[in-house]
Structures are given as C-alpha cells and as structure tokens.
C-alpha cells in the first residue's frame, strides 16, 4: 500500500513539475501574436508558472536569434511564486524555450531582471564588449563580431547589454556604461 501511495505521489508531483507554462490572461494580446506562436503557446512547457508582463512595450520581440533561419520570440514575464522578472525565449524551430531570469541566475546579473525598461532586437554585427580587470575596473573595449540578432536589455539612462545566442547559449555583453 504504501508503494502504490509513493507512485501515485512521485506522477502527481512529477506532472505538477512539467506542468508549468505561460500565461497570457489578455485575449488581445495573445491575438496579437504572430500565428506560429500564438496556436502553440498553451503547449510550450517551461520551468515554471510564468505570466507575461504587460508593462513593457513591444510586449514581445520576434527575430532569428539562434541562426536557424526560423523566427524565435521573446517575452519579459515574471515568475508566479515569486515575482521576479526576467526573459522567456522560444526557438521557433524546435519550441524549446530558454528562461533568463525570473529566478534563474543568468551570468552575474543575477536573477531578476526587474531592471530593465528598455529592449528591442539588436541587428549589428559588431558589438563594442567592455572588458574589465579582476577587480571590477573597466579595461575599455573591444570590438566583437556576433554571429545572429540579439535582444538588447538596458535601463533608461544607463549602461546597454546584449542578450545573445552563442555556442549553443545565451550570453550576456556588457556593452556600454
């Protein structure tokens, strides 16, 4: 009996893990969205319960961002439980999805993105990369080649980063203070 009680423990548990998606409770906005997203959203899983943040404005970018010569999207959200923000990205080739943020660590930004105010899609292909010493200095910059659009994150008045696919991730590039 008490076997059969942990199975059915372990799927109920098990279910509620890979159960987690995103929300869009605004009909309009999930109308707004392109048609290969918006008929697969109830079915992309993700790490956890997220909903999308309305407050950023576009509420969504969608580009190539991994080079596959398919349309990726990506949202700011915040994560249900606990409310930080971060960056959910679709690839539209396979719909995996990426979570940035929202509680996970990401580089040494941390893990909530409550930060950002700004973003849009990157499309140069030279980004100037601040390097810096051990010791938090900054060196200066130098001058990087990026191979797909990136999303470039910043706060208003403040320093731009780039969010951007490399070797089979996502990076983040302090571009600018």
Same mark, same amino acid.
């Given at each position: 009996m008490k076997k059969t009680y942990l199975i059915i423990l372990t799927?109920?548990?098990?279910?509620?893990?890979?159960?987690?998606? =995103?929300?869009? $409770? $605004?009909?309009?906005?999930?109308?707004s969205l392109p048609d290969w997203i918006m008929f697969k959203i109830n079915d992309i899983?993700?790490? *956890? $319960? =997220?909903?999308?943040?309305?407050?950023m404005n576009p509420f969504y970018l969608e580009t190539d961002f991994n080079g596959d010569n398919k349309l990726d999207i990506a949202f700011c959200i915040r994560d249900k439980q606990t409310n930080k923000k971060g960056i959910l990205i679709i690839h539209g080739g396979d719909f995996k999805s990426y979570l940035i943020g929202a509680g996970n660590s990401f580089a040494h930004v941390g893990d909530d993105f409550k930060f950002i105010? =700004?973003? *849009?899609?990157y499309r140069d292909r030279v980004v100037e990369l601040t390097e810096f010493a051990e010791n938090g200095d900054i060196l200066g910059n130098k001058e990087i080649k990026i191979e797909n659009d990136a999303i470039l994150v910043s706060k208003s008045e403040s320093a731009s980063n780039?969010?951007?696919w490399e070797n089979d991730k996502y990076v983040w =590039?302090?571009?600018?203070?």
């Open positions: 799927c109920i548990i098990g279910l509620n893990s890979f159960g987690q998606r =995103l929300s869009i $409770d $605004d009909f309009k906005l999930v109308e899983k993700t790490e *956890k $319960d =997220l909903v999308l943040d309305k407050e105010e =700004l973003w *849009k899609i780039l969010i951007a =590039l302090h571009t600018g203070d």
